[in-house]
């Protein structure tokens, strides 16, 4: 079925296009229902444009390189929804992200923190929290509960979280220098003798290497070892 | 993601059982195969997904499951796709379903790949 309002051009937009300072908004979320409610919600409010909704992540990564948001507001309804936070980012650095979660592990909570989300507000408050929240994180603040707060700042203080929960994180902290060396490379798509070249080593030792990466990461061949390392931040 | 009204691209509830981590960065993609009135065609589009063993984009035209295609991968979102890494796969439509913007979902296993 057809979503006929998602993605709407600003100008279509139900805000005054005049209102030039109005916070700029792009919704994320699985369905349809939802953003249009949302939508609906938030262009009652002065000071607030949705400039698109997207149904899935290549939708957003595009309309976020379009429209250029300032808050990203992303459904946090399974972990891997967390992957395409990064991802935004990446495409557009000045947005800020709330994420709407009607998920209560506080895990997940803390990874959503971790890879950037700026206010997290759960889908049983009312609108006026998330309004709260919106202008709270436009303004250059946080929109947290107190106890992930804490934990936020402890992890800070300490110099660095903990992630005895992120298997990735522990196969990845098992790597060496030359082993992520040589995955950077593969991730440029070179060749064993090209590797061996720009590593000074011979290619058995590339050979030797990359049986050594692929027990690591669990991975079975090349492709799959390039889209890891891609995925992970390890390519560049 | 709208799992109701579209043929699933990227199921959520299913990405956590998949064997291969996949990613769902809009890739550039050219693609060569035949379409389903027997035509040869080449296009230019972006994936919805991409793993080791395959990946999901949309085509204008529909194909029939069981063809082969040809593919490049540009391992990159970057407007400079001149030094992305590529990667060239040879595979076999596995699935294809209409989709509302009148494209139509296709799903590929790959066969074979190599590195540009």
Redesign the interface.
Known sequence: MADPIAHRPPQQSRVPSRDAKAIRILIIDDHVLVRNGLRILLERQDGIMVVGEAGNGPEALAIALSERPDIILLALDWANDLELLPKLYRITPEARAIMLTGMSDLNTHRRAVRLGALGLVCKDQAIEVLLQAIAKVHAGEVWLERTLMAEVLEEITRGGPAQPNDPEAVKIGTLTRREREVIRLVGQCLKNRQIAAQMCIAEDTVRHHLTSIFGKLSVVDRLELVIYAYRHGLSS | ??????PP??P??Q??FRR???????FPVRIRSVDASGEAFECHT???N???SGFYARLQRPVKCGTKLFAIVH?S?SRCEGLA???AVRGVVLGVAPR??VTWGVAVR?TH?R??
């Open positions: 993601m709208d799992a109701a009204s579209e691209s990227t959520p509830d990405r956590v291969h981590e996949r990613i769902y960065d809009p972006v994936l919805d991409f793993s080791a391992l979102t890494p590529r990667v509302s913007d790959f790949y590195f540009l």
